[in-house]
T-cell receptor, first 115, second 112 residues
Framework: AQSVTQLDSQVPVFEEAPVELRCNYS??????LFWYVQYPNQGLQLLLK??????LVKGINGFEAEFNKSQTSFHLRKPSVHISDTAEYFC?????????????FGTGTRLKVLA | DVKVTQSSRYLVKRTGEKVFLECVQD?????MFWYRQDPGLGLRLIYF???????EKGDIPEGYSVSREKKERFSLILESASTNQTSMYLC???????????FGAGTRLSVL
């Protein structure tokens, strides 16, 4: 069964510093990968997605992620964070071969941006 | 814009009560999902529906049931609420194929 691992439960970082949030998934023939952000007391909002094509994916709010098939990773990066990026970030995978539309979510990473 | 609306943001119920959580989407999506979110556990799928009156169990269906009588509405039912069902509940919808899941704002349920 597909699984997703977000190794860091919390990541503190100073404002304007770069950040990387890590995500690894279990191998599959074809996968679709997603990053979502959840601000306090809100639902989840899509940041970016990888379905096929270029392995470097750009999303909203200056975030990007790179699909690395050999390392089964899909790490999220931002070169310079703002206070407003403080939120919880979830990585999700959908198994493209199964024909279902279900996601498997990671346990989330809380990003805390410090002034 | 896609809109997924959950009927309540906060609910407080007593142990043993029957609880209904409602979700409505306005984009004619075929697929709808109910998740439970707990700290340190991420989102776990309770049930999903791929068509009217069709449903499949997710990873943690015990203690829950669902109803989908109309395409736009997907209800989660706690037949007899228990304290271990205190949680944040999130509804999502997506179109057929590898769709983006669109989420509601969530319902924070407390069972006392």
């Amino acid at each position: 069964a597909q699984s997703v691992t977000q190794l860091d439960s919390q990541v503190p970082v100073f404002e304007e510093a770069p950040v990387e949030l890590r995500c690894n998934y279990s191998s599959s023939v074809s996968v679709y990968l997603f990053w979502y952000v959840q601000y306090p007391n809100q639902g989840l909002q899509l940041l970016l997605k990888y379905l096929s094509g270029s392995t470097l994916v750009k999303g909203i709010n200056g975030f990007e992620a790179e699909f690395n098939k050999s390392q089964t990773s899909f790490h999220l990066r931002k070169p310079s964070v703002h206070i407003s990026d403080t939120a919880e970030y979830f990585c999700a995978v959908s198994d493209g071969a199964s024909g279902t539309y279900k996601y498997i979510f990671g346990t989330g990473t809380r990003l805390k941006v410090l002034a | 814009d896609v809109k997924v609306t959950q009927s309540s943001r906060y609910l407080v119920k007593r142990t043993g009560e029957k609880v209904f959580l409602e979700c409505v989407q306005d984009m004619d999506h075929e697929n709808m999902f109910w998740y439970r979110q707990d700290p340190g556990l991420g989102l776990r799928l309770i049930y999903f529906s791929y068509d009217v009156k069709m449903k499949e169990k997710g990873d943690i269906p015990e203690g829950y049931s669902v109803s989908r009588e109309k395409k736009e509405r997907f209800s989660l039912i706690l037949e007899s609420a228990s304290t271990n069902q205190t949680s944040m509940y999130l509804c999502a919808s997506t179109s057929t194929g590898v769709g983006i899941q669109y989420f509601g704002a969530g319902t924070r349920l407390s069972v006392l």
